[in-house]
């Protein structure tokens, strides 16, 4: 019984000596724990197994002792419940990630003079403003750059850009309000006259006469038009002694003839200017020989002045025809 104690109690010296050896293929009981840590991938000598593993796996390390030593959140945590919100192009959460959903609209913001004054940790969860013009901010987590229109929103305890769909955010390198040049699309100048190798036998700055086109001259002037003279019988729509005006563009003529009667008494076509009082002209119809006669008077009245007959003693209108030129 007593040999037995004593190989009882020299074992555990026996065995710690063992495996310190070097040149021992033993264990210790601390890598036997880790070696029975490890997953089959690590055990099978693959070398795809072992592939773009870290070193810790090489040492003989557990994934789970990976993660708790580097302190990485596993990809399958990655917008879950309970897990972290993923980034998208622009290094921004996605709205759909965000816990708004109360929305709150504040109003205009300005981001060049951070009007009203927004900091990261104050705020509301919802709060949303809307950027009245372009510019950029730091709330304390990085600077933003905010276009007309973008939106700033608190959220997870900081204020965050969100880009407007419907906003361009660069065209051809510019970016905001953007005025495009015909240079910035290669378009030409509005100025641009284009080359002409010839033009009705001329190279270089053509310059064509009215000669080269068949064109009339600067200076041309096209024949008159002769008007045409029309007649019409007035004899009823005219009086004896009554003043009338040639209100046409053109002279008018006057024909009259009196009665076929014996008569001393000559009679008249009598014209003055318009406005006067007194006639300056006439065309007398003389009386000729004690028997019976007609007087013919003929008269061209300008334009704008007035005529009437004067009949003689016992003479009066027979026939009476005037001639307007159109």
């Known amino acids: 019984m007593a040999e037995t104690i004593e190989l009882s109690t020299l074992g555990a010296v026996i065995k710690t000596a063992y495996e310190d050896q070097t040149d021992t293929n033993a264990f210790t009981d601390a890598e036997k724990l880790k070696l029975a840590n490890m997953s089959e991938s690590e055990f099978s000598g693959n070398y795809d197994d072992l592939t773009g593993k870290p070193p810790y796996v090489a040492a003989g390390a557990s994934k789970q002792a990976v993660v708790s030593d580097l302190g990485v959140i596993p990809l399958s945590q990655k917008g879950q419940a309970n897990g972290v919100a993923p980034l998208d192009s622009a290094g921004l959460v996605p709205l759909v990630h965000l816990n708004v959903g109360g929305l709150s609209f504040k109003g205009a913001w300005n981001p060049t003079t951070n009007t009203p004054s927004l900091v990261d940790g104050t705020g509301s969860v919802g709060d949303f403003y ?65 080359p002409i190798s010839s033009v009705n036998g001329k190279t270089g700055i053509v310059v064509l006469s009215a000669a080269d086109v068949g064109a009339l001259p600067q200076d041309y002037v096209p024949p008159q038009v002769i008007p045409r003279l029309t007649y019409a019988d007035r004899l009823s729509a005219r009086a004896a002694n009554t003043w009338y005006l040639n209100s046409f563009a053109h002279d008018r003529i006057i024909n009259i003839s ?60 027979y026939t009476w025809f005037e001639g307007n030129y159109a």
């Open 130 to 194: 809307k950027a009245s013009a372009s510019g950029s901010f730091n709330f304390g987590n990085g600077e933003y750059t905010f276009l007309m229109g973008d939106w700033v929103i608190f959220a997870g305890g900081v204020w965050q850009r969100i880009g407007v769909s419907e906003t361009v955010s660069m065209v051809n390198g510019k970016i905001g309000n953007i005025v495009l040049s015909a240079s910035d699309v290669g378009a030409l100048p509005d100025d641009y006259s284009p």
């Open 258 to 317: 009196t009665n076929y009667v014996a008569s001393s008494a000559s009679s008249a076509i009598e014209m003055r200017a318009s406005g006067t009082t007194t006639p300056v002209f006439s065309a007398r119809g003389q009386a000729t020989g004690t028997g019976s006669t007609n007087q013919i008077m003929q008269a061209i009245v300008p334009s704008g002045w007035e005529y009437r007959f004067v009949p003689g003693t016992s003479r009066s209108a």
